[in-house]
């Protein structure tokens, strides 16, 4: 999935004058587009405004999967195959305690790998779109959508950028 129209992709040595540029951008009533940075910039985060719904879905899979565990240990030690030795009650619920959370931890780490590998596309072989080289090296790779009233090659150079190139596209959402 690609986005139409061209886009101007700067290239910043510094954090500084990445955090620079987006004051910059932010007082033309600009926004970024996609940005690639070596670690995370909470500006740049800020700037890129992208929210994941991963959270709410981890959750959810948190709760669906202790229900679906105490619904497997109560119909095996319940139903399918009650043990009465010792007096012990039929449904003894705290000794389940212990592995529903360690199950649902693990349930939820699972399903939230995959549920980030689908969104993201990621699979074993897949030939990444590279924007630069040390993109996320050592490098802030920051990608604006062209806007005819904003002179965008002089915002990027008077705030630090190593290097100016235009595209067509940004890769696809991860």
Not at 40 to 65: D, I, M, N, Q
Not at 91 to 111: A, D
């Amino acid at each position: 999935m690609t986005m139409d129209g061209k886009y101007i992709v700067g290239i910043f040595d510094e954090e500084k004058q990445v955090n620079k540029f987006i004051h910059a951008l932010r007082a033309q009533n600009l926004f970024l587009a996609e940005a690639y940075t070596p670690y995370p910039v909470h500006s740049v985060l800020e700037a890129v405004k992208k929210r994941t719904r991963l959270k709410l879905a981890a959750y959810f899979y948190g709760l669906f999967g202790a229900a679906a565990v105490l619904a497997f240990l109560y119909y095996t030690a319940v139903i399918s195959w009650p043990i009465n030795y010792g007096g012990k009650p039929f449904n003894s619920f705290p000794s389940f305690i212990i592995i529903t959370i360690i199950l649902t931890i693990l349930i939820v780490t699972l399903t939230s790998l995959a549920t980030f590998s689908a969104r993201g596309k990621l699979y074993p072989g897949k030939v990444a779109e590279i924007v630069h080289q040390r993109a996320t090296d050592d490098k802030f790779v920051l990608i604006v959508k062209e806007d005819s009233q904003t002179d965008l090659h002089a915002l990027f150079s008077s705030n630090g950028a190593t290097e100016i190139t235009e595209r067509d596209t940004i890769p696809p959402e991860e």
